[in-house]
């Protein structure tokens, strides 16, 4: 066994000891009785899944609290990604939130050449310049995870005008029989909101106000 694969294994042991409260409350010894190794090696997998950036540690009075990062995280959504395609396809997740006003940067950003031309042949639309986005439900933050821990179709990165504009991933999608894209940058930002785009205005097309709740079924087939 690589220590790679024993790194991952650490990983998934660390979540499966979170408690309520968000983290997991375990020592080097009691990751490595877990994991069938000695206690320098579990505190040597602790050490280097730090250092990597995959989890960070609080050390208190009671012990150590340890946490998985977004990079952390994502190594393990990734792998549930991989298994569920395995299993029974894996193609799509749902997605439910409610609708949040934006602060204008989306029909900007959408409405940059190099985006359209990407977004024309890689996604077969010309989208309306502009973003519907909604906030994800926290009991579907998990899916949300999932997304960000998918391939996705690339958009590339570019440089115009004396700016850059980074890469970007796109998921095919639905929204009330609709067809759509959810876009998100490659370079993930925590956020829990997700961005709609569409070839019509959608707000317009179905009334939607800010709080408006709403389902999205987003492929993860790239």
């Keep these: 066994m690589t220590t790679r694969t024993r790194l991952y294994d650490a990983l998934k042991e660390i979540k499966k000891a979170y408690n309520d409260k968000g983290f997991a409350s375990i020592?080097?010894?009691?990751?490595a009785e877990r994991l069938g190794m000695s206690q320098q090696s579990g505190s040597s997998y602790i050490n280097i899944l730090q250092r990597e950036g995959y989890i960070e540690r609080q050390l208190t009075s009671h012990g150590q609290h340890i946490y998985l990062t977004e990079k952390g995280a994502g190594v393990l959504y990734s792998e549930l990604n991989d298994l569920l395609e395995i299993l029974d396809g894996g193609q799509s997740l749902q997605i439910a939130g409610v609708v949040k006003s934006g602060l204008?940067?989306?029909r900007y950003y959408i409405s940059r050449e190099?985006?359209?031309a990407q977004f024309r042949?890689?996604?077969n639309?010309?989208?309306y310049f502009g973003t519907l986005n909604i906030v994800v439900d926290g009991g579907y933050l998990s899916h949300y995870s999932r997304l960000q821990a998918a391939s996705g179709i690339k958009i590339l990165g570019f440089e115009a005008d004396g700016r850059t504009f980074g890469p970007v991933k796109a998921f095919r999608a639905t929204i009330f029989q609709t067809n759509c894209a959810v876009i998100m940058p490659e370079r993930t930002v925590h956020t829990d909101v997700l961005e709609i785009i569409a070839t019509e205005y959608l707000r317009e097309k179905y009334s939607l106000r800010d709080g408006d709740r709403?389902?999205?079924s987003v492929s993860l087939k790239d």
């Design 27 to 31: 020592s080097s010894s009691q990751l």
């Design 104 to 106: 204008g940067e989306g």
């Design 114 to 116: 190099n985006y359209v």
């Design 121 to 123: 042949e890689k996604l």
């Design 125 to 127: 639309f010309v989208p």
């Design 214 to 216: 709403v389902t999205i």
